[in-house]
């Protein structure tokens, strides 16, 4: 099944991450990530309500950026359970 994309584009200071990090609080969203590559400011935007996001730490390299996103790329990949049904 493919995965969904979500752009989210608008000038700067239009609220750009403060979309995403809202957008991560949504029922329809599973585990988001958020890699911060200069801002910062992953921590504050945690405290939006409902906010729910893991921050992949890295030491700022091209290598360390690439092997986070992989392996976030091959946890997703992992099957995952299915939820028992019951049938009445």
């Known amino acids: 099944m493919p995965f969904p994309l979500v752009l989210i584009e608008g000038e700067e200071g239009a609220g750009k991450t403060y979309s995403a990090a809202q957008f991560s609080s949504s029922e329809l969203i599973g585990q988001m ?41 091959y946890e997703a990949a992992k099957p995952r359970p299915s939820a028992s049904r019951r049938w009445s």
């Open 33 to 73: 990530y958020w890699i911060d590559l200069d801002e910062g400011s992953a921590d504050e935007y945690a405290a939006i309500p409902g906010a729910n996001y893991l921050i992949i730490e890295h030491d700022g390299t091209y290598r360390d950026i690439f092997e986070q996103i992989q392996a976030v790329y």
